[in-house]
């Protein structure tokens, strides 16, 4: 039966536009629909992506366009990769992108794998896990630098009562070492019910069917979490892993409410190292370069992360 609204355009086209069109073929029809979005993709993606790589072979400076662009080569590389300041950054990321993923999967997991277990009560609990994920990175840290104030913040409050410590003795966003530990907590807070939904997919993905026929073999509990379970959410597990890594890696807004790189330059990441070189120091050419790397590195990592993951997928 005839859609009315498409007999309707059909006699309003005009017949030569008629005529054209029923001469195309399905392959160009297609093509037709999905040029515009090609074409968008190229503009807001692939062209500024070239730009970069171009600029990061100049000592070009947004602030000064009118001086004259050198072209300085692997220059810009070459500095980068030989600062001592650029590693220390790289090594404060990796701190921060390690044990994130670490806490985020293991309580992730655990409290999935609680979820999964009906009882009285779930729903709401489900609400509840996952409201700081609904939240604004800005309100989150603004709602955890008041947390770790050490004369009013809850938190140093709750450390003192397990502990026996003064809450005034120390700061968290205040103090080198505990510093780098303060943003870890507060992206672990706000992400972990992310990392949930997605191994409770997982989890509810898996066929009651097999959980019986292990019962039917006498398999314990503990033997079926390890020979079930864990393989079969494995897959799920390590797509939250890469989603969560490649979201850390750029990690930007939360650190900057919460610390602002610091104290001194020991919570600043990557992404807040880029924005300064760029935004702060005009070295467009030079930022431009680091976009690169860290571009390069994100990519080559996250595609050898795939292959794996896909082999678990298929085996």
Known sequence: MTNPAIEGAAKKTPDGLARRIRGLSDR????????????????VNIFPLIWTIRLSFTDF?????????????????QRILSDPDIWATMQATAHFLIWTIILQVLIGFTLAFLINKKFKGNDLWTTIIVFPMMLSPAVVGNFWTFLYQPQIGLFNYAIAFFTGADPASFSMIGDVNLAPWAIVIADTWMWTPFVMLICLAGLRSIPDSIYEAAECDRASKWRQFWTITIPMALPFLMLAVLFRGIENFK??????????????????????DLKREAFERWRTGYSSAYAVILFVTVFGLASIYVKALNKVKER
């Open 28 to 43: 160009t029809i297609a093509w037709i629909f999905v040029a515009p979005t090609i074409f968008l993709l190229l503009a």
């Open 251 to 272: 990690m930007f807004d939360l650190v900057v409410q919460l610390t602002g790189g610091g104290p001194g330059n020991t919570t600043t990441l990557t992404s807040i």
């Open 61 to 77: 400076r947004v602030n000064r366009p009118n001086n004259e662009v050198e072209w300085v080569g692997l220059r810009n590389y």
